[in-house]
């Protein structure tokens, strides 16, 4: 996998992938917090639910629905503060369907720069018609998979 550099020194600390595309940058509050004190594994499944749909919508043009989590690992905690950035890319399109990989990259608050993944998850969209039913992805310029 390609990468750019990030700094060194922590164990955790990794580099970011260049083969997959930035689509969500966002900072967790204090009201996002569970009994612990980290950030609610909801919430950041929330907010992977909205960034794996950024390059599906661009081939579904219309509706769709998220259908299935394949995959979801909290590889470490997130904090409050630490700015998360979310790398995606498209794995696999189907019929009606079309699967990502998203990838969650946390800077701690007071180690900007330095990179710990947190997250990463396989989710599956539906492109939907007005009733709600799955309709085929239209044919496309866009790259796909193989
Ligand atoms: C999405 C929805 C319209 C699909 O309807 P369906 O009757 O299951 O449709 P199908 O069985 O024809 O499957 C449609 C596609 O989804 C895929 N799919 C269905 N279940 C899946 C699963 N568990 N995992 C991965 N893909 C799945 C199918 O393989 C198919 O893909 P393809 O056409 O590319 O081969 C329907 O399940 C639905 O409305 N679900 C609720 C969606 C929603 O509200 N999401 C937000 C959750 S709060």
Same mark, same amino acid.
């Given at each position: %996998?390609?990468?750019?550099?990030?700094?060194?020194?922590?164990?955790? $600390?990794?580099?970011?992938?260049?083969?997959? =595309?930035?689509?969500?940058?966002?900072?967790? %509050?204090?009201?996002?917090?569970?009994?612990?004190?980290?950030?609610?594994?909801?919430?950041?499944?929330?907010?992977?639910?909205?960034?794996?749909?950024?390059?599906?919508?661009?081939?579904?043009?219309?509706?769709?629905?998220?259908?299935?989590?394949?995959?979801?690992?909290?590889?470490?905690?997130?904090?409050?503060?630490?700015?998360?950035?979310?790398? $995606?890319?498209?794995?696999?399109?189907?019929?009606?369907? %079309?699967?990502?990989?998203? =990838?969650?990259?946390? =800077?701690?608050?007071?180690?900007?720069?330095?990179?710990?993944?947190?997250?990463?998850?396989?989710?599956?969209?539906?492109?939907?018609?007005?009733?709600?039913?799955?309709?085929?992805?239209?044919?496309?310029?866009?790259?796909?998979?193989?």
């Amino acid at each position: %996998m390609s990468t750019e550099s990030s700094l060194p020194h922590d164990p955790l $600390s990794v580099k970011l992938p260049l083969d997959k =595309e930035l689509v969500l940058k966002v900072i967790p %509050m204090p009201a996002d917090c569970n009994a612990n004190g980290d950030i609610f594994g909801g919430w950041v499944m929330a907010q992977v639910d909205l960034a794996g749909s950024v390059i599906p919508a661009r081939y579904a043009e219309g509706r769709m629905a998220t259908v299935a989590v394949n995959e979801f690992i909290f590889k470490q905690p997130v904090r409050v503060g630490d700015i998360l950035s979310f790398y $995606s890319e498209l794995t696999r399109i189907g019929r009606t369907s %079309m699967t990502v990989k998203v =990838e969650v990259y946390a =800077e701690r608050f007071h180690s900007q720069g330095r990179y710990i993944k947190v997250t990463e998850a396989s989710v599956t969209y539906v492109a939907i018609d007005d009733a709600g039913q799955p309709r085929p992805v239209p044919p496309s310029s866009l790259p796909r998979p193989q």
